[in-house]
């Protein structure tokens, strides 16, 4: 913010910042998660009454009710939820500049918090890509679910996210702050030992394959979704699993030493065991496909224009 900024603000309101502290606005974070005001204070290492009365001040401040008290603890009203959000977009924000500070200081160009879900060849691809366009950058990784890395993305806690979007992703209101840009279309492949019955076999029908033995990831995961979905509207039987477990790891092991069991995977993830040998991919028909792969960040993000022409590059390089 500007002289001139500073200057036409609300003369309420350039009173009220100077009364704020930051120890408020980490109140107001800790007030997001947590629901009674001891449990709050436990967070900030400090007694209940001087966590009661830390947002007293906070409600003089804003000369509003912010939060409503009850038996069962406190919650915020409208206008408190509101004050949270804008608290934790600042708190986010003023931490990732300290830890970018701290990468500069130890001779990185800067600091890029990326994250993906585990089950993508395409992820450290893009990564070694942009480490050779910026290879004195620092890249910290988070793997998660989705869903679990779109939050941490609105809640500031990674710059980027490499992943793809399920119908509810898309349906939930506060996508609208990010911006999805696709990197690669994508399919669902059917794996298999190379001892596997059906390895040799040159066409399969969906029909024949679902009465197999299955490993899949557990209902609520993307692929799972999809395929469910897909099946349904063919008219074929559900997939019964005999294994469930969301480690592309152990699923990738259990396919490849039980030659009487079947999985699925992502396309280029598939391909990549084909080379290596590991698994075979089915010949059954028709495809499958996934939602795009997208890099998505926040519309108003933080990334420097270097960066993000070196993430954009990538699939330039690719393709």
Request: hydrophobic residues 40%.
């Amino acid at each position: 913010m500007n002289q001139l900024e500073m200057k036409q603000m609300n003369p309420n309101s350039l009173s009220a910042l100077r009364r704020l502290r930051m120890r408020h606005l980490e109140l107001l974070c800790h007030l997001s998660e947590e629901t009674t005001v001891s449990a709050a204070a436990t967070r900030l290492n400090l007694t209940q009454p001087a966590v009661s009365k830390m947002i007293t001040e906070i409600e003089s401040v804003c000369n509003v009710a912010l939060f409503t008290r009850g038996r069962t603890g406190i919650t915020a009203n409208d206008k408190g939820f509101l004050l949270i959000q804008t608290a934790c977009d600042l708190v986010q924000s003023l931490d990732r500049s300290l830890s970018e500070i701290q990468t500069l200081e130890d001779g990185a160009s800067g600091l890029l918090r990326m994250g993906s879900f585990s089950t993508t060849s395409i992820f450290p691809k893009l990564v070694t890509h942009v480490i050779k366009k910026l290879p004195y950058l620092k890249i910290q990784i988070q793997e998660s679910p989705p869903q679990e890395l779109i939050n941490a993305l609105i809640n500031h806690q990674l710059d980027c996210v490499v992943t793809s979007f399920s119908r509810e992703m898309m349906a939930d209101e506060r996508t609208k702050s990010l911006k999805l840009q696709p990197i690669s279309t994508d399919s669902l492949c059917v794996v298999a030992s190379t001892k596997h019955p059906l390895a040799k076999r040159r066409n399969i029908r969906w029909s024949e394959a679902v009465n197999f033995r299955w490993a899949l990831p557990p209902k609520d995961a993307l692929m799972t979704k999809e395929l469910i979905y897909a099946l349904k509207k063919m008219d074929c039987p559900d997939i019964n699993p005999v294994i469930e477990s969301m480690s592309a790891i152990t699923m990738k092991g259990l396919i490849q030493f039980d030659d009487n069991l079947l999985g699925i995977m992502r396309e280029h993830q598939a391909k990549e065991e084909v080379r290596a040998k590991n698994l075979v991919i089915l010949p059954i028909n028709p495809k499958i496909k996934l939602p795009d792969i997208c890099l998505v960040t926040q519309k108003q993000n933080l990334i420097p224009i270097s960066t993000m022409q070196a993430l954009l590059d990538w699939k330039k390089f690719k393709d």
